[in-house]
């Protein structure tokens, strides 16, 4: 009895990480971390769109990194539009490669995922974000890494920016 109870224990518990493994999906399995530093390199020879999802009036505290196109995730209509206004900026082509940039990196890891769930598949966290993220991620800004005010004249209404 004791053993088929010790059983009956392993099986749920492994029925219960089956379920969690399931939930995550593949996109977490397909998460790309990325630093500023190879972000901008790769930026500045075309071989990746760098994407700043920070809020409107974050691009104008801070400017957004230099060759960036800025597309809020708080796009007031919605998910939706946020990955159509990505797709747009990648003209339609969801293979090609893109990194996410916020200010600490907890933004941009939400939308990597929320990207692949939605048919992208070449998805780089700048999980260091603007600002940096502890030790050994000293962020953009820190890296001294170039940026540019956002050109956006309304930063209160504005969905996105492009500063190329």
């Not at 994407?51 to 974050?58: A, H, L, N, T």
């Not at 946020?82 to 939308?111: H, K, M, N, Q």
Request: charged share 20%; aromatic share 6%; hydrophobic share 40%.
């Amino acid at each position: 009895m004791a053993n088929s109870t010790f059983s009956l224990g392993i099986s749920a518990l492994a029925a219960a990480f089956a379920i969690i493994a399931l939930s995550i999906g593949p996109a977490a399995a397909a998460e790309k971390i990325i630093s500023a530093n190879e972000a901008y390199d790769l930026s500045v020879k075309n071989q990746l769109t760098v994407i700043d999802i920070r809020s409107p009036k974050e691009w104008a505290e801070s400017g957004v990194p230099q060759g960036a196109q800025a597309i809020t995730m708080h796009n007031p209509q919605g998910n939706k539009a946020f990955l159509e206004a990505i797709r747009e900026a990648v003209g339609g082509d969801t293979a090609y490669p893109i990194a996410l940039i916020c200010a600490v990196g907890g933004r941009s890891r939400w939308a990597q995922r929320f990207l692949a769930e939605n048919g992208f598949s070449n998805i780089s966290d700048i999980s260091e974000g603007m600002f940096g993220r502890g030790k050994g991620k000293p962020g953009w800004l820190k890296r001294n890494l170039p940026v540019q005010p956002c050109p956006t004249a309304d930063h209160t209404t504005a969905t996105s920016c492009r500063s190329r």
